[in-house]
């Protein structure tokens, strides 16, 4: 790949992923009141309960994804052996699917408590809920695959227009739901249409586009797919463990449905606007296997303009601070002051992690999983810490103590991904 062709991968695929990410921000903050309004805070829990599980996906991923986008950027790879590997791990994720709708069923059967104890097994819409959650999950693992090979190929632009296809879907959903039945079993569903509307879509372009042939991958490239799939899933798993924390303390430690709302509210807000700025850096990650130089280069500018616009946004959730409570719960029976403390901690924990998505990224297409694993395992034991101090030590609300862990873990988190960065960068240039 030229200087030029990486500029113009970087720009085009940063337009697509901001009009998606955009697209899908919107949605949140238009639908999800008249959603919550209409159905009641506790019943739109189990919406985000059925969502949720789209965290896990990357654990489940097994580090396939991202090992493939690393593989076949690799300059020594030929056209035979990329159809190994494309073949390899698409066995592999259909064998991962098959594993996962077996341990949903067994899961039904046995009476795992899958959710927690916020939803009790004895509820009416517990067995919809799992079922959707798993459906959800397959769907997603295999789309994860989809979406690699698309990246894999400098594609990434049409990965966006799924994930777009994806969002509008589910909101035309919700939209017709909202006007129509009000049915929260269409409303826990419609996930699963959505995400089957863009494997359709994702089938379709890999059809069109992508040149590879189905090969029987030999005992190498096994070995060699699961090795590097072993550094990323490792990293999977960590990240995913550190991503869900949060709700994953609040649906099995929480003391109510509501508590499980205000996180997916909450989160929805803070997330909206970290995922607006890491999609114009999202190619980082194929752009860093190919050209770590040119990465290196700008990758600090970046981490200040993500730093500014975090700034902002906890400028305007100081402002603007009772008008957004009332929007999303003006209805619910909640204490909306609390809930605004809770919205301008999560604001400022989301500051740090702006500034950390493009080391992310970076550190990743270097290949620098190992270490980034061990970033991820500490902010998992200094949550854990964090969490029972404050919980059980200060005896601080649930959802308090959740909000000031994040931000001393997402500080905690930027400060050492920008040791890692620094160091690799100045290695790099040097070298």
């Not at 009476?111 to 809920?129: A, R």
């Not at 698309?150 to 632009?157: K, P, T």
Request: net charge positive.
């Amino acid at each position: 790949m030229t200087e030029v062709s990486a500029r113009k991968y970087l720009i085009s695929n940063a337009k697509t992923n901001f009009i998606r990410v955009g697209v899908s921000a919107l949605a949140n903050l238009v639908l999800t009141p008249f959603i919550i309004r209409s159905i009641g805070l506790d019943k739109y829990s189990y919406v985000a309960l059925t969502s949720f599980f789209i965290s896990f996906s990357s654990l489940f991923d097994l580090g396939l994804s991202k090992s493939l986008v690393y593989l076949l950027n690799e300059r020594s790879v030929d056209f035979y052996r990329k159809n190994q590997y494309l073949t390899g791990q698409g066995i592999m994720v259909l064998i991962i699917c098959s594993l996962i709708m077996g341990g949903g069923v067994v899961a039904l059967v046995a009476g795992f408590p899958v959710l927690g104890q916020s939803l009790p097994e004895t509820d009416s819409y517990y067995t919809i809920v799992v079922m959707a959650s798993f459906l959800v999950l397959i769907l997603t693992v295999f789309d994860q695959y989809l979406c690699s090979i698309l990246e894999s190929f400098f594609l990434l632009h049409h990965v966006n227009h799924g994930l777009t296809l994806k969002i509008m879907m589910l909101n035309i959903l919700y939209v017709i739901n909202l006007f129509t039945w009000n049915s929260l079993s269409f409303y826990v569903f419609s996930s699963v249409i959505a995400i089957a509307v863009a494997t359709a879509y994702y089938m379709y372009m890999i059809h069109r586009f992508v040149r590879w042939e189905i090969s029987i991958p030999s005992w190498e490239v096994v070995k060699t797919l699961v090795k590097q799939g072993f550094h990323f899933f490792r990293f999977s798993v960590l990240n995913s463990i550190y991503s869900v924390l949060p709700r994953l303390t609040v649906i099995y430690m929480g003391p109510n449905l509501a508590s499980i709302g205000i996180v997916d509210v909450v989160e929805k807000l803070s997330m909206s606007v970290i995922n607006l700025c890491a999609s114009l850096f999202r190619p980082l990650f194929s752009l860093s296997c190919h050209s770590p130089h040119k990465v290196a280069k700008k990758l600090f500018t970046v981490m200040l303009l993500n730093g500014g616009v975090g700034l902002l946004f906890v400028g305007v959730m100081v402002v603007f601070n009772d008008t957004i409570t009332d929007y999303f719960f003006q209805k619910a029976s909640v204490d909306l002051v609390f809930v605004g403390q809770i919205l301008m901690v999560n604001a400022v924990a989301s500051c740090f992690l702006l500034m950390s998505q493009p080391l992310s990224f970076y550190l990743q297409g270097e290949g620098k999983t190992n270490r980034l694993s061990m970033v991820f395992l500490a902010n998992i034991v200094l949550f854990v810490l964090l969490y029972l101090s404050m919980a059980e030590v200060f005896h601080l609300n649930i959802l308090m103590s959740l909000a000031l862990c994040n931000v001393f873990i997402s500080a905690f988190f930027w400060g050492t991904l920008f040791y890692l960065s620094k160091k690799t960068s100045i290695i790099r240039l040097r070298g």
